[in-house]
């Protein structure tokens, strides 16, 4: 039987005790990088959940505008329209004048003048309102971009938390040393 003397195993004691302080102190080194880094990520993350929030709510708030903008400009069409009715019924009515009061060629002309200008305001008008459609479809596209964009937020999400818990996994080796607290 092999026997051990006092002097070696106190310093196999002591060699183990400094071992068990060196792994203390690299333990600690690593949870504190741990923490920081956590702490770093959850931070990004809350930051690009906020810029994501804020970009919805000023999309849905730029969206409710361009909504009264096209009932806005619907409404002005048919008042154009309205107004161009009007403006021929004058017209008719201006002209008939005329052929009744045959002095007053000026004033059929000037009516002429205003009818073809109101019915170009009303061309103009429905332009302006199929644009306004057209602005409002690009709209919902880019609704569906940041809805796109939400989906990869949430998924960046996921993998970080995957790499908090790899980090944890990686660290656990040191759990497994006897002399770990």
Do not use: W
Request: hydrophobic share 40%; charged share 15%; proline share 2%.
């Amino acid at each position: 039987m092999i026997q051990i003397n006092r002097e070696v195993l106190l310093e196999v004691y002591q060699t183990a005790e400094s071992l068990e302080k060196q792994m203390a102190m690299f333990n600690q080194a690593g949870l504190k990088i741990a923490r920081r880094t956590q702490f770093i990520i959850r931070t990004v993350i809350v930051i690009l959940l906020c810029v994501v929030a804020l970009n919805f709510l000023m999309l849905y708030s730029f969206m409710g505008e361009m909504h009264k903008v096209v009932n806005n400009m619907i409404d002005m069409y048919t008042r154009f329209g309205t107004m161009s009715k009007d403006m021929h019924q004058m017209t008719s009515a201006v002209t008939n004048m005329e052929q009744n009061i045959r002095g007053i060629p000026t004033i059929s002309n000037s009516m002429h003048n205003m009818n073809y200008q109101v019915n170009g305001m009303k061309n103009n008008v429905n332009t302006m309102t199929y644009k306004i459609i057209g602005i409002d479809q690009n709209m919902t596209t880019i609704g569906t971009g940041v809805y796109d964009m939400a989906n990869r937020f949430d998924h960046l999400s996921f993998t970080v938390h995957n790499m908090g818990h790899n980090v944890n996994q990686m660290s656990r080796p040191i759990h497994s040393f006897p002399f770990y607290p």
